[in-house]
């Protein structure tokens, strides 16, 4: 990790450069956390308890909100870095994802389609190897916890599609459309602070936000949801009042999980939010009274398998052929020693 980076990377006022790494992990995750659990609940509330299914409309009311936010906090236009057409990709793609996310509850009971996102670990893995400014690559075990995430998360999709199916082909497409995208959308914002170091995560929340906000125009025209969203929240106005607190606990999530793909990449920040939905989704059943099943029991311990195999720490073997070619310099070096008249002179001395 460059040093310069960490030098200048904050969360909302506290430096963050003078903390250990699992400090500056816990405070990014806690910030995460708190705010993804908000929306989780909230989306719960008004997708299923009010049947208000106005995904584009609702992104697009979150990033004013967003953009309210981040006026306040202080940040401007000439505090920028980096050039508008940087963030014309990840607006597309983070408008998209949203967007699509939002609308496939239409389609979707909120457990299935947080369980359909949570697979995005592994598709943004292999992205990272193809983004130019990254081309990662993974050690084997994280591959392997990738994989018991996807199949604790798919065997509790199934679960749950025995106890309280809402299951349609269209949100299917959706929400798989939305992880498509969003296994570009970590990789990017990793290679544009990679890249630029000096890149804050208001700037890019702020950036992404003003040119993503026109995306979400044509499909709300196309498919007659601004005028019906409009006309329904209209009917019930405290519906703004929830999406408004929703935005702000939301904001706090974004820029916590932006802090978190600064300092230690896409993939691993893929991993916090999987067991963010684990968490969000147990507190769905329990506040919202859904049953639990066995079926359930293994997809969560499946999950938990595969997040204690991310945490256990990287063993490099050593390199047998780094060892021999360092003893072979090494002789080498000692033979020119000693061929060396000075050399020789000095050890003939002592």
């Known amino acids: 990790m460059n040093k310069e980076e960490e030098h200048t990377r904050s969360l909302f006022g506290f430096s963050l450069s003078d903390r250990a790494k699992w400090q500056q992990f816990l405070i990014c995750s806690s910030g995460f956390f708190f705010g993804y659990l908000v929306n989780g609940i909230c989306e719960e509330y008004v997708y299923n308890r009010l049947q208000f299914s106005y995904g584009w409309y609702f992104t697009f009311i979150q990033g004013f909100v967003y953009l309210v936010l981040i006026y306040f906090h202080g940040f401007t236009t000439k505090q920028m870095v980096n050039p508008w057409r940087t963030y014309i990709k990840l607006s597309a793609v983070l408008m998209g994802s949203h967007g699509l996310t939002?609308?496939?509850?239409?389609?979707?009971?909120?457990?299935?389609?947080?369980?359909?996102?949570?697979?995005?670990?592994?598709?943004?893995?292999?992205?990272?190897?193809?983004?130019?400014?990254?081309?990662?690559?993974?050690?084997?075990?994280?591959?392997?916890?990738?994989?018991?995430?996807v199949v604790g998360l798919i065997l509790f999709t199934l679960a749950d599609a025995q106890t309280s199916p809402n299951f349609s082909l269209i949100g299917v497409v959706m929400v798989t459309s939305a992880l498509v995208m969003d296994s570009f959308l970590g990789n990017l914002q990793e290679a544009i602070f990679t890249m630029n170091p000096a890149t804050t995560q208001m700037e890019m929340l702020f950036c992404s936000t003003v040119v993503g906000l026109p995306v979400l125009v044509p499909p709300m025209i196309l498919t007659g949801e601004l005028f019906k969203a409009w006309s329904s929240c209209s009917q019930h106005l405290y519906v703004y009042g929830v999406l408004g607190f929703e935005a702000m606990a939301t904001f706090v999530g974004q820029v916590s999980v932006l802090s978190l793909v600064a300092l230690f990449g896409a993939a691993t920040t893929a991993m916090v939010t999987t067991a963010r939905k684990a968490v969000?989704?147990?507190?769905?059943?329990?506040?919202?009274?859904?049953?639990?099943?066995?079926?359930?029991?293994?997809?969560?311990?499946?999950?938990?398998?595969?997040?204690?195999?991310?945490?256990?720490?990287?063993?490099?073997?050593?390199?047998?052929?780094?060892?021999?070619?360092?003893?072979?310099?090494?002789?080498?070096?000692?033979n020119k020693q000693e061929k060396d008249p000075e050399f020789e002179e000095r050890t003939s001395i002592v």
């Open 102 to 149: 939002k609308g496939s509850l239409a389609f979707l009971n909120y457990p299935a389609q947080l369980m359909f996102k949570s697979t995005k670990v592994l598709p943004v893995m292999l992205m990272g190897a193809f983004i130019p400014g990254l081309r990662r690559k993974y050690p084997g075990h994280e591959y392997v916890s990738a994989v018991l995430l």
């Open 280 to 334: 969000t989704l147990l507190l769905s059943y329990l506040i919202f009274t859904k049953p639990l099943t066995e079926q359930h029991g293994t997809g969560l311990l499946l999950i938990a398998m595969g997040i204690m195999l991310k945490l256990l720490p990287d063993y490099k073997v050593p390199n047998k052929n780094r060892i021999s070619n360092a003893i072979s310099k090494h002789g080498k070096s000692s």
